[in-house]
């Protein structure tokens, strides 16, 4: 052990349980995990890739992991559903809550909990689980697989075009006791095959606990996915996550990714052009007040010729909060006409709030169309004029204007239901925000 | 039209304004009352932009002196919403363009805000969107316009129909309309004259800020002032637009200065 492992650390690995999964293959991932996550320690801001996420708040507290899930009343539950789902997953504190979830079983898709996974489609889950999701240099990845016991899965046939979302929705129940989980999905798209998949983190109580959620996004040629991830931790609550996509040739996937909540929350996203013209799209928000934290790292490896990209990023940080966004592009030699786009735009509503934005662009081929453009600012002091000049408040105007700039990222999330109802969120955030 | 008697809406005394530690308005004076129609004219600079946002409560000036009072009461000490609430209305120069807010969205907005202050009934969506279709057509603009972002990739043209569509939904007791005009074909501008035209009445006031005597053509004032140098140094009936088009500034600027020498 190292010596500067913090007191989260040692009680997170200290209280590691290794039942058996009854899969050697996997208990042997899980182990090898558990190694890396023995061996690493909680990444300090003087490492360049954490330089403005302080981790000290998080590195301070003990967290165990959960023994039982709280069962939440069906009617806390009941908000969150989404009537136009194709299929459900709910976790309850990382636990599968088989009864809140909905798994229909049509030909073309099977959307399953890990253990039914592991018995129905055990060779595809020994080839792709944990193939994408690296845990070699991340202490929180490595946590994620180590502990690896529950899972969303979804595996859509080779052209078939899913009927509606697949929600997984992921519901902390808020305790007394700081406790940890690991939030996974494995989403395996065959080829030619369309779907849409939300990751929905939501907090039904207040509490501090800890979650490291990875998703592993694998895309077949030609396939299409729609991935929406929602992030609405308690506001004590720490979310350190990863999502891995490999995309094969021709495929599309598109990534809306809202933060909202947690004290401190970090999302990584790594998408990889396994081939040529791949499309990618990612567009980002993270709106947060108080003393939030919330750090979006992105990582578009354009590895082969003619991969497009187009990314927005917008975060609006008030209070003392700290918005965190840094935009890697990675061109390699030979990703030929490659054509890739970057926006992001951030607004601070208060004095005390911090935005810090990277964009980190390594060009290594010479046919390559490029754009990126940062900006950070305040609410734009001619406009608030014109609508108080119309007689709005100086808050409603605010408000509005705030909520304007948050509607751009918002309007790209294609399931009306959640865009209203994240609609209806972000506008109440506004006024809150004030 | 000019009737003695009619209500003071709007009296400047002696207005002295600055933004930063640079003066603007260097002694303003003017009254304004029911019924009238006034138009301000002078070169660029001046000040006339400067009065009408410093009217409507912009925040940049600070009054170092003077006053203002909008039907007998003190107006400086009013919120820009308040004073619109009141009535009082801008016709921008420059019509800010507002990403991420629709129009429809906005004059509704508005229109309820100011509604609201009056104690009048508020519109949902539906409701209002009968209204300002109503309203759309009084300044010949397309319905299209209420989808799109507030005056965002607007024409000149276009926004300054837009100006004059809120005001026609809003209804002010006091308009002041900064070079409405300007930027506007021969048909908008006959549109836009006609818009302010069916506002004005025996209750309201209207004040224009313009370069042109064309516009007074269409829209008769009872007075035109002239602005120079943050004050208003002539003031004449409709008159003495022609002149000004004739003869330009230099004139009256000359004779302003005679006369202060003379007293
Ligand atoms: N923010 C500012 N900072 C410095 N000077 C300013 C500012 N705003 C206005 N001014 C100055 O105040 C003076 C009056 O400007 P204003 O816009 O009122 O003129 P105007 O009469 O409306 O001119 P125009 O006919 O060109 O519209 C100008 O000299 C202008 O440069
Ligand atoms: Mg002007």
Known sequence: ?434 | MIRAGAPVLLDVRELEASIGDKPILKGVSLEVRAGEVHAIMGPNGSGKSTLAKLLSGHPAYSVTRGSVAYRGSDLLGLSPEARAQAGLFLGFQYPVEIPGVSNAQFLRLAYNSVQAARGAEELDPLEFDDLVREKLALVDMDPSFLERNVNEGFSGGEKKRNEILQMALLEPVLALLDETDSGLDIDALRVVAGGVNSLAGADNAIVLVTHYQRLLNYIEPDYVHVMEGGQIIKTGDKALALELEARGYDWVRAEFDAARAAA
């Open chain 1, 1 to 434: 052990m190292v010596a500067a492992q913090s007191t989260f650390l040692t009680t997170l690995l200290g209280s590691a349980p290794q039942r058996s999964t009854g899969m050697a293959w996997l208990d042997r991932v899980r182990a090898a995990a558990l190694e890396r996550a023995n061996a690493a320690a909680v990444p300090s801001a003087r490492e360049e890739e954490w330089r403005f996420t302080d981790l000290a708040p998080l590195a301070r507290l003990s967290f165990q992991p959960r023994a039982q899930a709280a069962a939440p009343s069906t009617q806390a539950v009941a908000a969150r559903l989404l009537p136009q789902a194709y299929a459900r997953l709910v976790f309850v504190d990382g636990v599968f809550a088989e009864a809140l979830s909905s798994l229909p079983s049509s030909a073309g898709v099977r959307v399953m909990a890990l253990e039914q996974a592991l018995r129905d489609e055990p060779a595809l889950l020994e080839a792709q689980l944990a193939r994408l999701g690296a845990y070699e240099h991340n202490v929180f990845t490595a946590l994620n697989t180590a502990f690896l016991r529950e899972a969303a899965v979804v595996v859509v046939d080779p052209g078939h075009a899913v009927s509606g979302p697949i929600h997984v929705l992921h519901l902390a129940s808020g305790s007394a006791e700081p406790y940890a989980i690991y939030p996974r999905t494995l989403l395996v798209a065959g080829a030619r095959s369309r779907c849409t998949l939300i990751e929905d983190f939501v907090a039904l109580g207040e509490g501090a606990y800890f979650s490291a959620p990875l998703a592993e996004v694998s895309i077949a040629p030609d396939a299409a996915v729609s991935h929406i991830r929602l992030q609405r931790e308690a506001a004590s609550a720490f979310q350190i996550a990863a999502a891995f996509v490999e995309q094969a040739r021709g495929s599309t996937y598109r990534l809306v990714h809202v933060a909202l909540g947690a004290r401190l929350s970090r999302l990584e996203v790594s998408v990889v052009h396994g081939a040529t013209a791949c499309e990618t799209a990612i567009d980002g928000l993270a709106m947060i007040g108080a003393r939030q934290l919330a750090d979006t790292h992105t990582s578009v490896d354009h590895a082969h010729p003619e991969g497009r990209l187009r990314q927005t990023h917008r975060c609006v940080a008030g209070g003392a909060a700290h918005a965190v966004f840094n935009g890697k592009i990675l061109v390699r030699d030979g990703a030929q006409r490659t054509d890739a786009a970057q926006s992001f735009r951030g607004l601070l509503l208060s004095e005390r709030a911090q935005i810090d934005a990277k964009p980190q662009l390594e060009i290594f081929a010479d046919d390559v169309k490029c754009a990126h453009g940062a900006a950070i600012g305040q609410l734009d002091a001619q406009a608030l004029f014109y609508l108080r000049s119309r007689g709005l408040g100086e808050q409603q105007a605010r408000n509005l204007l705030t909520y304007a700039f948050a509607a751009e990222v918002i309007e790209r999330i294609a399931v009306p239901a959640v865009r209203s109802a994240l609609a209806r969120v972000v506008l109440e955030r506004t006024r809150e925000a004030a």
